[in-house]
Structure formats: C-alpha cells, structure tokens
C-alpha cells in the first residue's frame, strides 16, 4: 500500500530503489531481488459427481506452513526458490550465505534489494559465523530495503505472483510436494530465461507520485 501522504522518508528510499534498477547489468556488481513468503500446505478433497466427474470440495485438510523464499536476479532473468521450515533469521542468514558462496562467488559485491523485515539485518551474520566470516560476506554485500508500504517496489514479488497463479494454485498433501512443485518450475523458468527491465523510473515517480514528495 502506497503512503496516502507526503513522506520525505518513503520517497527517499524508493528513488534509492528505481536508480539501482536504472543500472546496467554488471556481473561484478549482480543487483538480485530477494523476498519470501509463508504457504499453508492444503490438501482439498474430491469427490466425484453423479456424472463422473471428479470436483475439489471447499473442504481441506491443514499440513502445516512452508516459507517460500526467492531470490532472482532480473535483468538475467534468472531465481533460485527454495522451500524453507521457517523464516526465521538463521534461515535467512544460511540462504543468502549459500548464494554468496555458489552462484555469486566471482561476483565482486551483490547488490541486494529486499523488503526491511526484522530478520533481514546484516547483523545476524555475525550471530551466526566466527567473525571473520561474518566479515568476509558482508564485504561482498549491500542492502537497499524497500519502504514501509513499499512492497511493490521489489521484483521478486513478480516472481511469487507468477509462481503462485502456475504451480501454487492447487492441493498439496505435504511439504515435500510443494518443493518438488517449486523446483521443477525454477529449472523450467531458468531454461529459458527472461530478463525483466522495471519500467517505473525515478522521473515517473516525481510525476505519477508528487502527491508524496513534500512540498517546499
């Protein structure tokens, strides 16, 4: 949700947001969009018609939450997903590490845009490794955080609506169904890629958004 006032703070950090995505692409310098997401696990049961047909009552059965987490870098056209117990700031810490150490370890600094949830703190990287690497990992990193109400601003998002409209619409009987769904459908999109160029930049903003820019 968009502010309903001027905000010198949500506008400030928004521009901070549509400059970076205004950037061209850099593989020493990788601007990859990170976020997640809970899923209830949700088994809906059938039944089947008087004519045969089988039908999806309203009914279902509850296993449990998963947390959905994405990472994709846009102008690549490229994401890793994966299907998380928790969302808990040490998963968030092994998710990010493992991607510093795997996909971006040339990468010279990855930029990182995501929204500014209490657990996405570069903090938490030394409550989780000795020092030095602690140390190591956050030379290799900086964070744009979205604004408050400034979701929207974050790519990934893109990747979740997607997801959910193609393999997440339907019934699953346990958490490993759902990393099977999500796995074949990331190897499938990372196939064939398709790089996104966010459309909205600074200069509409100022234009489409004034009403949010104090006035001086």
Not at 33 to 37: I, Q
Not at 131 to 135: K, R
Not at 195 to 201: I, L
């Given at each position: 949700m968009i502010p309903a006032e001027q905000s010198a703070s949500f506008v400030c950090q928004m521009e901070q947001v549509l400059d970076l995505y205004e950037q061209p692409y850099d593989a020493d310098y990788p601007v990859v969009?990170?976020?997640?997401?809970p899923k209830q696990v949700l088994e809906y049961q059938e039944f089947t018609r008087s004519n045969g047909q089988r039908c999806q009552d309203s009914e279902y059965v509850r296993h449990g939450v998963v947390e959905l987490f994405v990472a994709t870098e846009p102008l690549r056209g490229w994401r890793e997903l994966t299907v998380e117990a928790d969302h808990k700031a040490a998963t968030w810490v092994q998710f990010v590490a493992r991607l510093l150490d795997t996909t971006y370890r040339d990468a010279k600094k990855v930029r990182w845009v995501m929204d500014n949830f209490s657990t996405h703190k570069l903090s938490f990287f030394y409550a989780h490794f000795p020092?030095?690497?602690?140390?190591a990992y956050l030379q290799r990193m900086e964070i744009m955080y979205t604004p408050a109400h400034g979701s929207w601003l974050n790519m990934a998002e893109i990747e979740f609506s997607v997801l959910s409209r193609q393999v997440l619409n339907r019934s699953f009987a346990h958490a490993d169904e759902v990393r099977q769904v999500v796995e074949a459908w990331k190897t499938k999109q990372n196939a064939k890629p398709k790089?996104?160029?966010?459309?909205?930049?600074t200069a509409d903003a100022r234009i489409?958004?004034?009403k949010l820019y104090p006035t001086i």
């Open positions: 969009c990170l976020d997640e997401s020092p030095a690497v602690a140390h790089p996104r160029d966010w459309q909205f930049k489409k958004l004034a």
